[in-house]
């Protein structure tokens, strides 16, 4: 009488094992990328959020000159240490030093006022900190 009831080989086993871990070394990665873009999406907000009071005085003052605001600490739930509005109406947020981002990873919104049609175009400083520990955050 012949047992039918033999279970996996060795060889099966080290098959099924090798499979999870190829999965993982592709899943951890972007999971990683994942979990950095979700924070900076945080630290964008927060700058966006500021814009429409810049864009005001900008519209005012009928030049890109603005009240210099410090540090406005934001609410606690955000990932964002800080905004800071220069002069010249550039809005700067700064995360948390948590990782992947550090401090020096800033979010820089840079306005353009036309004053022939009286619009305002923003653009992302190329040298603020989208990119963070090998992650494109923007």
């Known amino acids: 009488m012949q047992n039918s009831e033999r279970g996996f080989t060795l060889i099966e086993l080290m098959i099924v094992i090798a499979i999870i871990g190829i999965l993982a070394a592709i899943a951890i990665p972007q999971y990683s990328n994942y979990v950095a873009k979700a924070k900076f999406v945080q630290v964008q907000n927060t700058a966006m959020a500021k814009k ?7 519209m005012a003052a009928g030049e890109a ?10 609410s606690a739930s955000q990932k964002t240490a800080g905004v800071a509005i220069s002069e010249s109406c550039v809005i700067t947020a700064t995360p ?34 989208c990119k963070t520990s090998g992650h494109n955050l923007c």
């Open 52 to 58: 429409t009071d810049v864009s005001a005085q900008i």
């Open 65 to 74: 000159k603005c009240t210099p605001l410090a540090e406005i600490p934001p």
């Open 96 to 129: 948390w030093d948590e990782s992947p981002m550090t401090a020096e990873d800033t979010y820089v919104l840079v306005p353009t006022f036309n004053a022939t049609d009286h619009t305002i175009s923003w653009t992302v400083d190329p040298k603020s900190g």
